[in-house]
């Protein structure tokens, strides 16, 4: 793992080598009386980098900053909202949530003719945005969840900074690829060991579990007396809307969701992950834990499904059938009655979100 962002006083310097222009975006320069952000060197910005994202131009050697903006050791002494964590992981964009995506009308396919787009992405009612919803290209949709997979690290002073303002930095440097990627919800990395966004909040994830995850209101008859043995499945669609299924192997016209049970002392995030990795050979990185109810059968399980990011290619060496299918094809199967109340509540979910 290499040490990002760079803190220039560890580094001999650059000498008369010459660098790019720096990336223009819309940020204030530091004023006089801006006792707040700091340069993490200590030093006066560089001549010309008044405006941009860092107050040092970009290394071609090395893609870096030569220095970087931090929040001051005063503001930093006042508290952490987030832990400090000094390593993120790049696991490329996250994508367009479950049942939200829609082919352009007629007068956006003309309006916007040219620019590539190919679907209209609807906002949910916990996005915290103003906008209705965003466009997207082929391009962009083919690269969800496809970050290099490397893990960088990054000094202390920036790791601070992370975790009293979360939302200080728009990018951060990805030492695999060598450029700075965007971060926060919308962004390229999470921190090393969590599903957590590089640049979010930890709170905002919270505040989307409580109100929004699809568990329906418990209530005295939903559980049994005894508690039931925890089994988890991975709802994973394509762009046309089916849904990845696993066949029994006894009867390959019979399909349900990739999962099955959870192993003693395995939380359901890692059960999930081996399940999926088992039945289809799919890395599966799960986001959301969106229902959880009783699945009852020849063995009776509490049954939670996750959502979560897909990649790599169908491979396994188990005998059921690995296929999209569609909902009426898992309505027919042997989990037939959960599949329903799934559907069922996934389709009140965005039926409560719609303004």
Request: proline share 7%; charged share 30%; aromatic share 10%.
């Amino acid at each position: 793992m290499a040490d990002h962002p760079i803190d220039p006083r560890d580094y001999e310097p650059f000498g008369d080598r010459a660098f790019s222009e720096p990336l223009k975006i819309d940020v204030p320069p530091l004023k006089p009386e801006d006792k707040v952000r700091v340069t993490l060197s200590g030093k006066p910005p560089e001549p010309g980098t008044e405006g941009t994202g860092a107050p040092g131009r970009i290394s071609p050697a090395s893609g870096q900053h030569t220095d970087y903006w931090v929040l001051s050791a005063e503001e930093r002494a006042k508290g952490f909202v987030e832990p400090v964590r000094r390593s993120y992981k790049h696991v490329g964009i996250a994508g367009p949530k479950i049942g939200t995506l829609r082919n352009l009308t007629p007068e956006e396919a003309e309006r916007y003719k040219g620019t590539g787009y190919v679907k209209f992405e609807i906002y949910t009612l916990d996005d915290d945005s103003a906008a209705v919803g965003r466009f997207w290209t082929q391009a962009q949709l083919d690269s969800v969840g496809k970050g290099c997979g490397s893990t960088t690290s990054m000094g202390q002073t920036i790791a601070e900074t992370y975790a009293r303002q979360p939302e200080f930095y728009g990018s951060t440097f990805c030492v695999n690829c060598g450029k700075h990627l965007p971060v926060g919800k919308d962004g390229e990395f999470v921190w090393e060991g969590t599903l957590q966004r590089v640049g979010t909040r930890a709170d905002r994830k919270v505040k989307e579990d409580v109100e929004y995850r699809l568990v329906p209101a418990m209530d005295e008859n939903m559980f049994p007396e005894e508690p039931l043995r925890k089994a988890v499945c991975a709802l994973i669609t394509n762009w046309a809307g089916e849904i990845l299924a696993v066949s029994r192997k006894d009867d390959k016209t019979k399909f349900g969701l990739p999962g099955g049970k959870v192993d003693e002392g395995e939380s359901l995030e890692d059960a999930i992950i081996r399940e999926v990795k088992e039945e289809t050979g799919l890395d599966f990185f799960p986001t959301k834990a969106i229902y959880t109810r009783p699945c009852l059968g020849e063995t009776d399980y509490e049954t939670t499904t996750f959502v979560g990011i897909a990649r790599g290619g169908v491979t396994t060496e188990e005998m059921g059938v690995v296929s999209y299918v569609t909902e009426a094809t898992l309505l027919e199967g042997p989990f037939g009655e959960y599949n329903k109340k799934l559907f069922e509540a996934v389709e009140e979910l965005f039926r409560r979100k719609k303004p």
